[in-house]
């Protein structure tokens, strides 16, 4: 057994210990810091009763970096590409809706390899205002079955607007 | 009569002419060239039925330049710090609010000498995606009696959140 594939044995092994998937525990994916000053590119409200009100609902903000912007504009994600969902609650007041407490920061980071069995892209959420209470806990499978819809660009809802 | 008076009087007379605001002819305030990249502060919904309603209603984001994000964090505004109130329809539909076409893009810039007589802040707003089709006729005597509500913040409602 060469030393790499000891290593290698070792972290499988560790993995079925723990019950966590081996891809997660290779490529988590980051917690987007410094996203609320990256490229607003649109919003929208979920409200009660809405299929992905749970736990979506409240209004969101999509937040994309460069390298998605770029995706945006040309069709073509290079690897590195993020997309943040910023959901918030939504207060309901006298004929005005207006943000709330912070529900959960989504994230989808592009890594044509890294991520292959969730079409390239890895999926993660943070709990509230929290950089380390994760959300996703089977490998994105959930978020990329919703996601297939938008094969034809590259699993992205998002539509860039001026 | 000197060089510069006689300026000064053809350029009132022209102003009186044209029953323009001199101050609004000296200090037109500028589309802001490129603000859907600037920090995206916050987002709120007026619903029909709010007093603001007309012309305000639909969703709207606020967007900051970097002076106007520092004034947000330091509660002092240098010239030049500007707010764009981005506004666009607010299409319902089955329970989620999506984003429709743009009614208008507010703006208020700092500008504490030019713009002494509404609180230091110049304000404008044009028409739908247009750059030069302007919808303030008073100097923005209206806006600032609205936002005069905010003199403990330097007239801004804006709080930023991160």
């Known amino acids: 057994m060469t030393r790499t594939n000891r290593r290698l ?3 499988l092994a560790l993995a079925a210990m723990l019950g966590a998937p081996l891809a997660a525990m290779a490529d988590p ?5 410094g996203y609320r000053h990256w490229h607003h590119a649109k919003s929208m409200v979920i409200h009660d009763g809405h299929p992905l009100a749970d736990p979506f609902a409240g209004i969101h903000h999509i937040y994309v970096n460069d390298p998605a912007l770029e995706g945006l504009q040309t ?8 997309f943040v969902f910023d959901l918030l609650q939504a207060e309901h007041g ?3 809706l207006t943000e709330g407490e912070r529900k959960l920061v989504g994230v989808m980071v592009k890594g044509a390899e890294t991520y292959q069995e969730t079409g390239g892209w890895g999926f993660e959420g943070f709990a509230g205002d929290s950089r380390d209470q994760r959300l996703v806990s089977d490998g994105g499978q959930a978020c990329f079955a919703c996601h297939q819809s938008q094969a034809d660009s590259d699993y992205v809802f998002t539509r860039w607007r001026p």
């Open 9 to 11: 044995s070792t972290a």
């Open 29 to 33: 994916v980051a917690y987007p810091e």
């Open 75 to 82: 069709g073509r994600y290079a690897d590195g590409s993020v």
């Open 94 to 96: 006298d004929e005005v």
